[in-house]
C-alpha cells in the first residue's frame, strides 16, 4: 500500500539552529515528491518539489532512494519558519498522499 | 493571478442536513481536486478531476458525497447526509495539468457538523 510518514508532529528548535523535518514514503514506481508549508493563517503553499532541485527560504530536500525518504532541510532556522510541513509524494496515475504533517516551532 | 476561491469560508449545520461547497480554480487549470482535512491529519483527497472527468474517486464516500465539474471550471462539492464526523476542512485544490504538478489551494471551507 502507498503511504507516507512523518514520524514528528511536533518539531521544536531554537532560532539559528539547524531543522531537519523527516518523512519516509512508501510507494509503487517513481513518486514525485513536494513539500507543502501552511504559515498561520494562510493557506497551503507549495515549500519545494524534488524535479525542480531550487532552495526556497534556504530549504532544501534530498531524495534517498535506497531509504525512501525526502528529509526537508535547512541550516539555520528563522523564527518566520514556524509552520505546518506537509510531504507529499505523488506517484504513478497522480496517485497523491499527504504526510500527516510536522509542526515546525521556532523559539527566539 | 487570482488565486483559488472557495465559499463559504464556513458553514455550521446539524447532523443528517445537506450542505455544498464551491470552488472556482485558477484560470486555464485542467485539474481540479477535492481534499477533506480533520483537525491534526493532512489533507485527504476526496476526488481529483481532469477537465470535468473524474481522475480519481477512490476514497470518496459515495453513499453521501458527490461532486461535480460542469465545463470543466467551477466545481462544487456535496454532502446528503452529513453525520458528525465529516467536520472537518474542505480544501480546493488546482493545478495546470496531472496530479504530478504543483497544486494551488483555495483558504478552505470550515465545516462544523452539530
Known amino acids: 500500500a502507498q503511504r507516507v510518514t512523518q514520524p514528528e508532529k511536533l518539531l521544536s528548535v531554537f532560532k539559528g539552529a539547524p531543522v531537519e523535518l523527516k518523512c519516509n514514503y512508501s510507494?509503487?514506481?517513481?513518486?514525485?515528491l513536494f513539500w507543502y508549508v501552511q504559515y498561520s493563517r494562510q493557506r497551503l503553499q507549495l515549500l519545494l518539489r524534488?524535479?525542480s532541485r531550487e532552495s526556497i527560504k534556504g530549504f532544501t530536500a534530498d531524495l534517498n532512494k535506497g531509504e525512501t525518504s525526502f528529509h526537508l532541510k535547512k541550516p539555520f532556522a528563522q523564527e518566520e519558519d514556524s509552520a505546518m510541513y506537509y510531504c507529499a509524494p505523488t506517484g504513478s496515475a497522480s496517485k497523491i498522499i499527504f504526510g500527516s504533517g510536522t509542526r515546525l516551532s521556532i523559539r527566539p | 493571478e487570482a488565486g483559488v476561491a472557495q465559499s463559504p469560508r464556513y458553514k455550521i449545520i446539524e447532523k443528517r442536513q445537506s450542505v455544498a461547497f464551491w470552488c472556482n480554480p485558477i484560470s486555464g487549470h485542467a485539474t481540479l481536486y477535492w481534499y477533506q482535512q480533520i483537525l491534526g491529519q493532512g489533507p485527504k483527497l476526496l476526488i481529483q478531476f481532469q477537465n470535468n472527468g473524474v481522475v480519481d474517486d477512490s476514497q470518496l464516500p459515495k453513499d453521501r458525497f458527490s461532486a461535480e465539474r460542469l465545463k470543466g471550471v467551477d466545481s462544487t462539492l456535496k454532502i446528503q447526509p452529513a453525520k458528525l464526523e465529516d467536520s472537518a476542512v474542505y480544501l480546493c485544490?488546482?493545478?495546470?495539468?496531472?496530479?504530478?504538478?504543483?497544486?494551488?489551494f483555495g483558504p478552505g471551507t470550515r465545516l462544523l457538523v452539530l
Open positions: 524534488h524535479i
Open positions: 485544490a488546482s493545478s495546470l495539468g496531472g496530479g504530478r504538478e504543483t497544486q494551488y
Open positions: 510507494y509503487s514506481g517513481s513518486p514525485e
